[in-house]
């Protein structure tokens, strides 16, 4: 089964500083998908951000940008430029090929303080 | 496009009741996911519909049901409800062989 860990319950950040969020996984599949999903308080989770494993170059989307580590399967966020609009909670999370059911980790709440 | 969206937004039961949340796909979409997220944790997989099928389930008692209908719209049942199954149902939709999975806004369940 796979597991995913996310060490940081709670990170702030300075507007228009950067952060980086952690996460941790565990798995024996060779090929997956790794997503960062961001859940503000009005609820919907947002994809952020996603990574395949077979691909070596980390994901980037604005002002989100990832650090994929696959021997030491560690999967960091980093915020660039920091936004108010960034406040929510930050879920890391892990899929096997196929569709098949995302695996959360428990979160990341990130506040960004003007 | 119409996005992922669930319905009712709130919800209010007692223990011992039953209870039936709703969510429509995201217009294309087959495969409909139902998660079930506690507060202060991240979601947990309910089960999986695709095409009418259940495809897969997650560590929930069969007391947690669902169906999915031909326009691929998706209901999940809970029976006999308990205090512990209060949380934030969230539902995602996806084209079945495609990875992105795309939420709706959820439902807020309270048990009493």
């Known amino acids: 089964a796979q597991t995913v860990t996310q060490s940081q319950p709670e990170m702030s950040v300075q507007e228009a500083e950067t952060v980086t969020l952690s996460c941790t996984y565990d798995?024996?599949?060779?090929?997956?998908?790794l997503f960062w999903y961001k859940q503000p308080p009005s609820r919907q989770m947002i994809l952020v951000i996603r990574q395949e494993a077979y691909k070596q170059q980390n994901a980037t989307e604005n002002r989100f940008s990832v650090n994929f580590q696959k021997a030491a399967k560690s999967f960091s966020l980093k915020i660039s430029d920091s936004q108010l609009g960034d406040t929510a909670m930050y879920f890391c999370a892990f899929m096997k090929l196929g569709n098949t059911p995302l695996v959360f980790g428990k979160g990341t709440r990130l506040s960004v303080i003007a | 496009e119409t996005g992922v969206t669930q319905s009712p937004t709130h919800l209010i039961k007692t223990r011992g009741q039953q209870v039936t949340l709703r969510c429509s796909s995201q217009?294309?979409?087959?495969?409909v996911s139902w998660y079930q997220q506690a507060l202060g944790q991240g979601p947990q997989f309910i089960f999986q519909?695709?095409?009418?099928?259940?495809?897969g389930r997650g560590n929930f008692p069969p007391r947690f049901s669902g169906l999915q209908f031909p326009n691929y719209s998706s209901e999940l049942n809970v029976n006999a409800l308990e205090l512990d199954d209060s949380a934030l149902y969230l539902c995602a939709s996806s084209l079945a062989r495609d990875y992105e999975q795309y939420f709706g806004p959820g439902t807020r369940l309270t048990v009493t």
């Open positions: 798995t024996s599949e060779n090929n997956y998908y």
């Open positions: 519909y695709y095409r009418e099928e259940e495809n």
């Open positions: 217009s294309g979409h087959n495969t």
